[in-house]
């Protein structure tokens, strides 16, 4: 019989092995299951982590795209992993995502043609604001009804998806556009654009921002008393009343965190490689960034690999299915396997397993 | 008068990992008899009683029950023997009524009616009053002890283990507990009395069988020893009452005026217009039987509830309606009962711990970024003055014992030079010789000026350390009255008495 055994101090060794036997695991049971849809599963593993980055026809495309996918998701997973760790459960920076977008994008499209230079760093603010507002709503709602934020943040998703259609087809469409949904191309209007910095690295303002998130929150959480905060409200949240933590305070700071740095994903992305305002603008980073907060094991520097990982996935993900034919379910499927594992090996850092039969039964 | 032996445990081991429980425990127990398993914290009893109960195996050993081999593989197989238990922590379900919570814990539940009617006559013969229609949530510690042995007596067990049964009763309600029991032990069941208060024992028990450290060190007949024999035997060293420095006191400290707040605990008590003052150089004593509002009165002192500004004042100025950090920075520490969860972040490592409560009175910040190699030092303070046995202060909380973790987080609290210190069960689960250094770690700091308020269950450790004292009794707190010249039997009063419960003993 297998049995668990709690640790008394968590296991330092687990804590970092725990992911890589979760890539490991999924690698496994991945290439089962492309091996049950009849593609040579060792092609598909290698089609999805190795072709990428080294293949020697797409590679050329395919790298720039590491950075320029991994990026938001950083940004966005790194403000969502400091709620988590206080027991905050902001599920909706996809709408905080959007909203940040819109925000930033109306900003950037009121002043066209200008050509200012304070536009882009306007741009940048406003699409902090617009993912802070949308994560204040939920916030608010849980600190004054104490409705629960989970559910709310969600659906707040839903709404900023269809004010997303509505501006596209309305306020924000192109009236160049020639009838088509969609704002104008922010790329084409240098002013209010944020360009690949260095041809063929993917390299752009979103980046720069999400390495300084990296940093910033790893040194809030290592230094800084307010990560000590953060960190014992969702350890022992009584232990953070008595340390004189208010439950109010850190559900505004961490809900308002996360929708600012989601926000500001939204709007380097419609700024850069999106370019502009579409119906189908949003791609789910904000739900897949809460993969990539869990996967880094909520650690800073943990979520830059994670997000790293969960970005070559895609554009490996991407590239199987143009190469070898897998469908799409097959790679979402591939990706949930990775958080079902991570979740499930995690166990090993705080019990250990024990074979054999019970001593005794408490 | 040699009664036949219904129970006998003969050798019995049982080891964790790192910690010998028992070791070769051997004991009898006849029939009719009440028997005293005494030790201190961490001496062995619980896990003994729990081998009895059939909850833990033992690794060696054997025990015998009317003659047979007796080995429980479960809690049902040993009251299936005749084996009975009343836990110090009650399992009850507060939204639930007295039969419904009893019909929880049996085999086979007669029809409500049935079993309503078989628990009043039970309780009338044993002189326990309880109606069994009423909530458990509305009943007192005393009253909830009382569904847990009417559960028991309705097994009719032949063998009945109590484990601490009076650390929730008032002096009076001791009372009629011994009245019930030595009824029992008359009629021929046996009980198992496990406790560390000697003159209880010396009053109730005929045989007494004591443990330190995992092994037996003596048996005795308690009415033919002293109490501070037994002590001596139990702690295995002589022991000195703390040293007090006598008592000028100061101006006024912290007062309380009318404090009133809604208990923040679903089943807690509230607070009501509760009054007191302490001076500098003063301990207030605060007694009660646990759930009357000693939580909730720690929570009101420390900041983590809120109340109306001018029912706590410090120095004067008042700060009802403030949050811990701001107390804290007037000089008031508080450490909370329950050391895990609450006191201490289970998960975290002793210098985290440290930084916790400690931050904002040891200057452990700087603009917010935190001073580690600080902290580090502090921590490491407190675990040299306060003898914390710990490998070292990156261990996590909840891997050091009970007792280890709250000499620590008593010494992180009695280490910040504070000028007010409450203190909710500072001596709870540590053993005797840290139990007298935490004492006298307390006087000293009020020898130097600190006002302290000490809430305890232990009315032995109030009577030796507090100047005056008072006692919660359902959220309210009597007015306080001087240690010297007070009775156990006012003590009682002021705890409550027996909380309305009648002795209702026929004579059989």
Not at chain 1, 119 to 139: D, K, Q, R, S, T
Not at chain 1, 322 to 342: H, N
Not at chain 2, 400 to 413: D, I, Y
Request: net charge neutral; charged share 15%; glycine share 10%.
């Amino acid at each position: 019989m297998i049995r668990l055994e709690k640790r008394p101090s968590p296991s330092r060794f687990w804590q970092g092995a725990t992911p890589v036997l979760a890539v490991v695991l999924t690698m496994i049971a991945g290439g089962l299951m492309f091996a049950a849809l009849g593609k040579n599963p060792f092609d598909a593993i290698r089609t999805i982590f190795w072709d990428p980055l080294f293949h020697p026809q797409f590679a050329s495309y395919s790298r720039p795209q590491l950075l320029v996918k991994a990026a938001p998701l950083i940004l966005i997973a790194i403000g969502l992993s400091l709620g988590f760790r206080a027991g905050i459960w902001n599920i909706g920076a996809e709408g905080q995502y959007i909203m940040g977008a819109l925000l930033g994008a109306g900003v950037g499209l009121a002043f066209y043609p200008a050509d200012l230079w304070f536009i882009f760093p306007l741009m940048v603010v406003a699409g902090a604001f617009g993912g802070w507002v949308w994560a204040m709503i939920p916030a608010i709602l849980r600190t004054r009804f104490n409705t629960n934020e989970i559910l709310v943040s969600l659906l707040m998703v839903y709404i900023a998806e269809n004010i997303l259609s509505s501006m596209s087809l309305g306020l924000l469409r192109n009236p160049e556009g020639g009838g088509f949904p969609g704002s104008r191309n922010l790329s084409q209007y240098p002013a209010a654009s944020n360009p690949e910095m260095i041809a063929g690295t993917g390299m752009h303002w979103g980046v720069i921002a999400a390495l300084m998130a990296v940093i910033a929150a790893y040194v809030l959480l290592q230094r800084h008393i307010l990560g000590f905060h953060i960190k014992l409200a969702g350890q022992a949240p009584r232990a953070a009343r008595y340390a004189g933590v208010n439950p109010t305070g850190l559900v505004l700071l961490c809900m308002g965190i996360s929708g600012a740095l989601a926000g500001l994903a939204g709007l380097f992305e419609v700024a850069g490689p999106a370019g502009r305002i579409s119906i189908d603008f949003n791609v789910g980073y904000g739900f897949t960034a809460i993969i990539v907060a869990f996967l880094g094991r909520l650690n800073p520097i943990g979520i830059l690999l994670a997000g790293l990982l969960m970005a070559l996935t895609y554009i490996g993900g991407e590239l199987a299915q143009f190469m070898l034919g897998l469908p799409a379910a097959a790679i979402q499927a591939f990706q949930g396997m990775l958080l079902f594992f991570l979740l499930a090996v995690d166990l090993l850092s705080n019990y250990r397993i024990r074979l054999g039969y019970k001593k005794e039964a408490i | 008068m040699t009664r036949p032996d219904l129970l006998r445990v003969e050798g019995v081991t049982k080891t964790y990992p790192g910690v010998v429980a028992n070791s070769d425990v051997s004991f009898a127990i006849s029939q009719g008899e009440i028997h005293a398993l005494l030790g201190e914290n961490g001496a062995g009893k619980s896990t003994l009683v729990k081998m009895i109960y059939g909850l833990v195996k033992p690794d060696q050993g054997r025990m015998t029950l009317r003659g047979a081999s007796y080995a429980p593989v479960e809690p049902r197989a040993a009251r299936a023997s005749g084996v009975a238990m009343v836990f110090q922590h009650f399992s009850l379900f507060e939204a639930l009524n007295v039969a419904e919570n009893v019909a929880l814990g049996m085999e086979n539940p007669p029809p409500m009616k049935e079993l309503a009617s078989r628990i009043r006559a039970v309780s009338q013969e044993y002189g326990l009053p309880l109606d069994p229609a009423r909530m458990v949530g509305d009943l007192s510690a005393g009253e909830r002890q009382r569904v847990e042995i009417i559960r028991c007596l309705l097994q009719d067990p032949k063998l009945l283990i109590m484990d601490e049964p009076t650390s929730v009763l008032t002096p009076q309600e001791v009372d009629i507990l011994f009245k019930t029991l030595r009824q029992l032990a008359a009629e021929g069941t046996a009980i198992l009395y496990i406790s560390h208060k000697l003159e209880e024992i010396r009053a109730l028990c005929d045989e007494a069988t004591i443990l330190r450290r995992g092994k037996v060190v003596a048996t005795c007949t308690p009415r033919e020893r002293s109490a501070r024999e037994m002590a001596e035997l139990m702690v295995g060293a002589t022991l000195t009452p703390p040293a007090r420095a006598g008592g000028n006191k100061g101006v006024v400290a912290l007062e309380v005026a009318d404090l009133s707040v809604a208990s923040p605990i679903p089943f807690g008590t509230s607070l009501k217009n509760v009054s007191f003052r302490v001076a500098k150089g003063e301990v207030l004593g605060i007694a009660g039987v646990a759930g009357n509002g000693q939580d909730e009165l720690l929570l009101a002192l420390s900041g983590e509830v809120k109340a109306a500004r001018d029912a706590v004042r410090i120095d004067g100025a008042g700060i009802g309606d403030t949050d811990p950090t701001t107390r804290r920075k007037l000089g008031l520490v508080a450490a909370p009962e329950e050391r895990l969860g609450h006191a201490a972040a289970p998960d975290m490592s002793l210098v985290e711990n440290a930084l916790l409560s400690g931050a904002v009175r040891q200057n452990l910040t700087r603009n917010g970024f935190i001073d580690w190699p600080a902290t580090e030092r502090f921590a490491a303070a407190i675990v040299a003055d306060f003898d914390v046995r710990t490998p070292g202060t990156q261990v996590a909380a909840r891997a050091l014992s009970g007792g280890n973790l709250q000499k620590f987080v008593v010494g992180r609290e009695l280490s910040q030079s504070p000028s007010v210190i409450v203190i909710n069960q500072p001596t709870w689960g540590v053993d005797a010789a840290a139990a007298a250094s935490i004492r006298q770690a307390i006087l000293d700091r009020a020898a130097g000026g600190a006002a302290v308020v000490v809430i305890s269950q232990d009315l032995d450790e109030l009577l030796e350390i507090a100047d005056s004292f008072a006692a919660l009794n359902e959220g309210r707190l009597t007015t306080p009255r001087p240690v010297a010249g007070l009775t156990v039997d006012e003590i009682g009063l002021m705890m409550g008495g027996a909380h309305g419960m009648e002795v209702a003993h026929h004579g059989h």
